[in-house]
């Protein structure tokens, strides 16, 4: 992600409305993210597409390493014999329908 410029990348509600074609231009040419800001407070912040998309990739593959640690923690845990075997009965299971 970009490093943030106060003289660019925050702006009040009022221009990015006057603005708002040429902002999301700069953000598709991989400027941003625009805070938003309302009576001098930050109202929201603006991301272009692909930014959002790999935030949100990033989210879940986090949260599914968590999720993995902390089944690895409570002893949720198979070895390879055991896996091999629970993916070839799903195998089975799968075809057989």
Do not use: C, N, W
């Amino acid at each position: 992600m970009k490093a943030m410029s106060i003289a660019d990348d925050i702006v009040p509600v009022g221009e990015f409305k006057a603005q708002i074609s040429r902002m999301l231009k700069r953000l598709e040419d991989g400027g941003g993210p625009l805070v938003i800001t309302r009576d001098g407070r930050a109202a929201g912040v603006v991301l272009a597409r692909a930014e959002y998309d790999r935030l949100l990739y990033r989210e879940q593959f986090l949260e599914s390493v968590f999720a993995g640690a902390s089944d690895a923690d409570a002893g949720r845990t198979m070895d390879s014999e055991m896996l091999r075997t629970r993916l070839a009965d799903r195998r089975v299971a799968r075809d057989s329908v």
